[in-house]
């Protein structure tokens, strides 16, 4: 499966983004989906993500109550929207997609889209 991330920008302490993955290809299997995020000199981690088949979601502790993942599966479709933003959130985020019930960590993805910059000002 290929994805694509879009609806990064530049935005303002306390603003919103919401972040689009499209996903194509094998759309006609299931995957957990998610996103992750890495700052510069940080590693990469665990934003919030779905579990296969409505199987729950979860979050970061550092975005709870402020991001809310969800997905179109009509569309292939996985937002993120983010609101109340603060400049720590500044990452390049990245969609992903994997065959197992969760994803847990960046190492156990199958699939990644490219990145999209998020840069909140503060």
């Known amino acids: 499966v290929q994805l694509q991330a879009s609806g990064g920008g530049l935005v303002q302490a306390g603003g919103s983004l919401r972040l689009t993955c499209v996903a194509s290809?094998?759309?006609?299997?299931?995957?957990?989906m998610g996103w992750f995020r890495q700052a510069p000199g940080k590693e990469r981690e665990l934003v919030a993500v779905?579990?296969?088949?409505?199987?729950?979601?979860r979050y970061a502790d550092s975005v709870k109550g402020r991001f809310s993942i969800s997905r179109d599966n009509a569309k292939n479709t996985l937002y993120l929207q983010m609101n109340s933003l603060k400049h720590e959130d500044s990452a390049v985020y990245y969609c992903a997609a994997d065959r197992a019930f969760w994803i847990t960590t960046p190492q156990a993805v199958d699939y990644w889209g490219q990145g999209t910059q998020v840069t909140v000002s503060s």
């Open positions: 290809g094998r759309t006609d299997r299931s995957y957990s």
């Open positions: 779905l579990a296969l088949a409505g199987g729950g979601s």
